[in-house]
């Protein structure tokens, strides 16, 4: 879906004046550090909109982040990103928008765009929506200052001849990850600001996602502490502000805690995303967006390096625009961790990697829900689709299943795994907090800023 096609006037400019730099015979990555690309403006109107709207959870009490100082986002790439014009951003969007990897892949085999190009597609994109106060969803919280370095080496390779004979069809795509998830060049917060300086190396994902080509285009927002926090709007982080859904800014909700994930999914910020679940959070952002989430069985991904609220039930899992896509990149981060006691997998499922082709529905044992099957327009076509593809349809009921104790669980593993977390992965320096009581007391601290909406959990 496309958000909105016209720059204002203000980015029409600042694009034309970084291009009327380049032709002055300006370095590639020379950018004065006081170049302003986002004004920061007075939000209270959106929120005083908001003030009534059906959704409790909805009525904000502000969306800009009031710590995050989006030029430093942003400046770092913009010099790069004015190298793309809005001519060649438009002749590639029928041919990158809406396209899955295996298509993308082929494009680029066949030479209508590099591995360069497709990054500085996104980020164009990025730029344009983001630094634009009637289309900003406050989906970015930081960005990769490599990433664009990175594609350029991939792409040399290709001339060169120097490419991996065999490369996982992850390779060379621009990813997003969520801000709970470990990622070196970039900060990892959570969303708050006790973890703004938290400075770590790559989670196992991460590593597995670089090692397969991956580029790791920058990090998302998300529902601060992915949501175990308070019953605050989803989406919503002290470091990040208000993520908003592109399908309406403040009409529809986010979902959480993935919200940053699965806007930017929607947005087509990336051509993938990942987001982490305990309980919802990636299921609910993904269908608020309209796009594909998977959580995969506990162990399944590694959740060495990653904020965790409870060991018992976190994992991480892709957000992307289409099946075969999630596939792609759930198989890209697999690999046994021996960090993570629940770590089990070694190689992709055989019935992924089969690629979902409609002779892999064979000797497959599918569950349907029965109520769907009778009342939702598309889920019912789709299950006799495959019913006659040759799987076995068993339908059925669930059963309302008791739910006592549920936050016992979450309480009792936060209070041990996030220590765990913070001993092994930051730096005591850097980062103050050692426990959940010391964070609950550093927001009290100033809980304007860090907890405008309380901190119950």
Same mark, same amino acid.
């Given at each position: 879906?496309?958000?909105?096609?016209?720059?204002?006037?203000? =980015?029409?400019?600042?694009?034309?004046? %970084?291009? *009327? *730099?380049?032709?002055?015979?300006?370095?590639?990555?020379?950018?004065?550090?006081?170049?302003? #690309?986002?004004? /920061?403006?007075?939000?209270?109107?959106? $929120?005083?909109?908001?003030?009534?709207?059906?959704?409790?959870?909805?009525?904000?009490?502000?969306?800009?982040?009031?710590?995050?100082?989006?030029?430093? +986002?942003?400046?770092?790439?913009?010099?790069?990103?004015?190298?793309?014009?809005?001519?060649?951003?438009?002749? #590639?969007?029928?041919?990158?928008?809406?396209?899955?990897?295996?298509?993308?892949?082929?494009?680029?085999?066949?030479?209508?765009?590099?591995?360069?190009?497709?990054?500085?597609?996104?980020?164009?994109?990025? =730029?344009?929506?983001?630094?634009?106060?009637?289309?900003?969803?406050?989906?970015?919280?930081?960005?990769?200052?490599?990433?664009?370095?990175?594609?350029?080496?991939?792409?040399?390779?290709?001339?060169?001849?120097?490419?991996?004979?065999?490369?996982?069809?992850? =390779?060379?795509? @621009?990813?997003?990850?969520?801000?709970?998830?470990?990622?070196?060049? !970039?900060?990892?917060?959570?969303?708050?600001?006790?973890? !703004?300086?938290?400075?770590?190396?790559?989670?196992?994902? $991460?590593?597995?996602?670089?090692?397969?080509?991956?580029?790791?285009?920058?990090?998302?927002?998300? &529902?601060?502490?992915?949501?175990?926090?308070?019953?605050?709007?989803?989406?919503?982080?002290?470091?990040?502000?208000?993520?908003?859904? @592109?399908?309406?800014?403040?009409?529809?909700?986010?979902?959480?805690?993935?919200?940053?994930?699965?806007?930017? !999914?929607?947005?087509?910020? %990336?051509?993938?995303?990942?987001?982490?679940?305990?309980?919802?959070?990636? #299921?609910? /952002? &993904?269908?608020?967006?309209?796009?594909?989430?998977?959580?995969?069985?506990?162990? *399944?991904?590694?959740?060495?390096?990653? +904020?965790?609220?409870?060991?018992?039930?976190?994992?991480?899992?892709?957000?992307?625009?289409?099946? +075969?896509?999630? %596939?792609? $990149? *759930?198989?890209?981060?697999?690999?046994?961790?021996?960090?993570? /006691?629940?770590?089990?997998?070694?190689?992709?499922?055989?019935?992924?990697?089969?690629?979902?082709?409609?002779?892999?529905?064979?000797?497959?044992?599918?569950?349907?829900?029965? &109520?769907?099957?009778?009342?939702?327009?598309? =889920? %019912?076509?789709?299950?006799?689709?495959?019913?006659?593809?040759?799987?076995?349809?068993?339908?059925?009921?669930?059963?309302?299943?008791?739910?006592?104790?549920?936050?016992?669980?979450?309480?009792?593993?936060?209070?041990?795994? #996030? @220590?765990?977390?913070?001993?092994?992965?930051?730096?005591?320096?850097?980062?103050?907090?050692?426990? $959940?009581?010391?964070?609950?007391?550093?927001?009290?601290?100033?809980?304007?800023?860090?907890? @405008?909406?309380?901190?119950?959990?």
């Amino acid at each position: 879906m496309e958000i909105q096609t016209q720059l204002s006037a203000k =980015y029409l400019f600042i694009f034309w004046a %970084a291009a *009327l *730099l380049w032709s002055c015979g300006e370095e590639r990555k020379s950018i004065k550090a006081d170049v302003v #690309l986002w004004q /920061p403006y007075n939000d209270s109107a959106e $929120v005083a909109a908001n003030a009534d709207h059906d959704k409790e959870r909805m009525r904000y009490k502000r969306i800009a982040s009031p710590v995050l100082d989006k030029n430093t +986002v942003f400046r770092p790439l913009y010099a790069e990103v004015s190298n793309m014009t809005e001519a060649r951003y438009e002749r #590639l969007k029928p041919i990158i928008l809406e396209q899955d990897i295996p298509t993308i892949n082929e494009h680029i085999q066949e030479g209508h765009f590099t591995y360069e190009e497709l990054t500085l597609f996104f980020l164009y994109r990025i =730029y344009r929506f983001e630094l634009d106060h009637n289309t900003h969803l406050n989906t970015i919280i930081a960005l990769n200052a490599d990433v664009v370095d990175r594609a350029r080496k991939l792409d040399e390779m290709s001339v060169s001849g120097t490419v991996p004979t065999e490369r996982h069809p992850i =390779y060379g795509m @621009p990813i997003l990850l969520k801000d709970n998830i470990n990622t070196s060049g !970039m900060n990892t917060t959570a969303g708050a600001v006790a973890l !703004m300086d938290n400075t770590v190396e790559d989670a196992f994902i $991460v590593e597995r996602l670089k090692a397969n080509g991956a580029l790791i285009l920058g990090k998302v927002n998300l &529902s601060e502490w992915a949501n175990f926090l308070c019953r605050c709007p989803n989406g919503q982080s002290a470091v990040g502000g208000q993520t908003l859904n @592109p399908y309406g800014r403040r009409v529809f909700d986010t979902g959480g805690s993935s919200a940053g994930s699965g806007t930017a !999914m929607a947005a087509s910020y %990336a051509v993938a995303a990942v987001g982490t679940e305990t309980s919802g959070s990636i #299921l609910s /952002p &993904s269908s608020q967006n309209s796009i594909v989430g998977l959580k995969p069985t506990i162990g *399944l991904l590694s959740r060495t390096g990653i +904020v965790p609220i409870s060991s018992t039930l976190d994992t991480p899992g892709p957000m992307t625009r289409n099946v +075969v896509d999630n %596939a792609i $990149v *759930l198989s890209a981060m697999l690999g046994r961790d021996g960090a993570d /006691p629940k770590s089990v997998a070694d190689e992709f499922p055989e019935i992924l990697s089969a690629g979902l082709q409609p002779e892999s529905f064979d000797n497959m044992r599918l569950g349907a829900i029965s &109520s769907l099957m009778e009342s939702d327009s598309i =889920y %019912a076509p789709m299950v006799e689709k495959m019913r006659a593809l040759g799987a076995e349809i068993i339908e059925f009921t669930p059963p309302e299943i008791a739910m006592d104790g549920f936050l016992s669980i979450l309480n009792i593993d936060m209070r041990n795994d #996030l @220590p765990a977390y913070l001993e092994a992965h930051t730096d005591p320096k850097r980062v103050k907090i050692r426990s $959940v009581a010391d964070a609950v007391a550093f927001n009290a601290e100033d809980s304007l800023v860090r907890i @405008p909406y309380g901190q119950p959990l």
